[in-house]
């Protein structure tokens, strides 16, 4: 069992840049750490994913090139770096952690609480 915290999101301008924080309650050995997204009357969208014992990262489409996953070991956070910010990526973020295969397309038991990210211009 793990409990997630995220922070980090907030307003701002097109092009603008945030990061994220993923600040997780324990350490796990095999765990996968991933973030979704969802706008209002829009579907839940995985972005990246983070296979902490390795590293492996995987990104949506929607968001390769412009957002980075990445972890602090010693600090138990993944972060999600968020360059050239547009409209559409207005959304709240969540973290969620699971065992299965790192994918998007994984099991995800534990989530967070979400922080919202608003692009304006």
């Known amino acids: 069992q793990v409990q997630l915290m995220e922070s980090g999101g907030g307003s701002v301008q097109a092009g603008g840049s945030l990061r994220l924080s993923c600040k997780q309650s324990n350490w796990h050995s095999r765990r996968c750490i991933a973030w979704f997204r969802q706008a209002p009357g829009k579907e839940r969208e995985g972005v990246a994913t983070l296979a902490t014992y390795n590293g492996t990262t995987t990104y949506s489409d929607s968001v390769k090139g412009r957002f980075t996953i990445s972890q602090d070991d010693a600090k138990r956070t993944v972060y999600l770096q968020m360059n050239g910010l547009r409209p559409e990526d207005t959304a709240m973020y969540s973290c969620?952690?699971?065992?299965?295969?790192?994918?998007?397309?994984?099991?995800?038991?534990?989530w967070g609480q979400g922080t919202q990210v608003t692009v304006f211009g």
């Open positions: 969620a952690a699971g065992y299965d295969v790192c994918s998007i397309a994984g099991v995800y038991e534990y």
